[in-house]
């Protein structure tokens, strides 16, 4: 392992890991402070949501837990560090490619295949946030995807050549450290996450528990939530999984 600064995070550079997510959960909070980043170039048990896996090819994209500890962010705002993480890998891939879009909660879409995951986990002090273990996977230059993920996509497959690893890198944490500078302002990270969401606009079909309907996107609730409104006129509340896209 190597530790460097960049910009204002550290980064933890392992040649091999199982997970980011995982190693970043054990490690004792005496060795992390805010804005630790735990990276590797080569993941092989990757984390999606739930029970996925997430895929990615050695040396060819960014796997990485970046390590916040937002100071006095109370536990009912938790999602303002989905939204900044989420915006922070947006704006990144935008950089690259046009048509990118937030799905919530948070993966990056461009179009409709996923070129981000991210995996969040807090730990919550009383009623603060105490720590996000924030995991990001980023399909950077891989040229081909054998699992049996139904879309995904990498800027290498979008724009016909390869990034330098260490300069998207570099990129990629300017972007979300700018978007934590807004770590207290809720409204306007609501108001960005919401103007970049994936569908936010015209009527979809979705599928819950009872079945499929249509519905548009009225927005988000207090504790980030998905609030759709359905073309009867009924507003649903979901949860994270309670709600799926067609």
Known sequence: MKSYPLGNFTVKEYPELAS?????????ASEWTDRTVV????QTQGRGQAANKWESAPHRNISMTVLLKPAHLEASRQFAVS??????????ISRYTGNVSIKWPNDIYVGDK???GILIEHKITGMYIGHSICGVGININQEYFYS???NPVSLFQLLGHTLPLQQALEELLACIDTRYADIGNYTTLE????????????IHRWEDAHG?????IAGLDEYGQLRLLDNEGHERLY???EVSYL
């Not at 980011?20 to 004792?28: C, K, R």
């Not at 939204?83 to 990144?92: E, K, Q």
């Not at 499929?212 to 548009?216: G, I, L, N, P, V």
Request: with cysteine; charged share 15%; hydrophobic share 50%.
């Open 20 to 28: 980011t997510n995982i190693l970043a959960a054990e490690m004792p």
């Open 39 to 42: 990276l590797t170039w080569q």
């Open 83 to 92: 939204m900044v993480i989420a915006l922070g890998c947006f704006d990144f």
């Open 114 to 116: 996923k070129i981000a």
């Open 148 to 150: 049996d993920a139904p």
């Open 191 to 202: 108001r960005d996450f919401l103007h970049h969401l994936y569908r936010g606009t015209g």
């Open 212 to 216: 499929q309907f249509q519905a548009s």
């Open 239 to 241: 949860a994270f999984k």
